[in-house]
């Protein structure tokens, strides 16, 4: 079963009122893998709202839009195309499976609001740059909104849902699992910037020189 935390500041045998918590709290409550349970309070239910959000955002899109935003990359390497997609989907599928089985409150109350901090900021951009995207011509770069600070801000807000989820968990496995996925994307976003280069030319070199690839 799960054992859940008392709140910070209540008064315990072991830690008096006004002292704070050990210096190895931390390292205590973040463990390797979190305790897994099947649960109405568990992870999955923020899984949902950023479905949700994803849901309403794309649904606000043209057909046209959509196919554009979830088409796969053409071009490139084949065998690095299916490394990728296999590589992609295996990480994430764990990822998304421990966060459905993970209770609320595994890590100290601090680092939870944290993580959930980090997934609603990511789900906002996530949002936000999806409505700006939708804006801009097809087959052209996105130079308005989050896209005027970043080249990839959904992707941004995506590595942050991911790793707010996996703060919240308390759970140093799916830290190292968020920075695998992080590392995935960012080969798939070298090798989509090669193939932009090639189709674009001079245009999106300055355009590379002007924007960053994730943030200032």
């Given at each position: 079963c799960t054992c859940f935390e008392a709140p910070?500041?209540?008064t315990t045998p072991c830690h008096p009122a006004g002292r704070g918590r050990p210096a190895g709290h931390w390292e205590e409550e973040v463990r390797l893998l979190p305790s897994l349970s099947l649960g109405l309070a568990n992870h999955w239910i923020f899984l949902v709202l950023y479905a949700v959000a994803l849901l309403v955002a794309t649904s606000r899109l043209s057909k046209e839009r959509r196919l554009w935003l979830f088409a796969d990359p053409k071009g490139g390497s084949r065998v690095m195309n299916i490394?990728?997609?296999l590589a992609d989907q295996l990480f994430a599928f764990a990822l998304l499976y421990v966060f459905c089985f993970t209770p609320f409150l595994q890590s100290p109350v601090e680092l939870s609001v944290v993580g959930l901090?980090?997934?609603?900021?990511g789900t906002v951009l996530v949002v936000v740059s999806i409505h700006y995207f939708g804006r801009a011509s097809i087959g052209r770069p996105t130079l308005e909104g989050p896209y005027r600070l970043s080249r990839n801000p959904q992707w941004?807000?995506?590595f942050g849902v991911f790793l707010g989820l996996a703060i919240s968990c308390g759970?140093?496995?799916l830290l190292v699992a968020v920075a695998m996925v992080g590392a995935i994307y960012h080969i798939q976003i070298l090798e989509e910037e090669r193939m932009c280069r090639a189709k674009f030319g001079p245009e999106f070199d300055d355009y590379l020189r002007r924007v960053p690839r994730y943030v200032r």
């Open positions: 910070v500041g209540m490394f990728l997609l901090g980090l997934y609603g900021a941004v807000g995506l759970s140093w496995l």
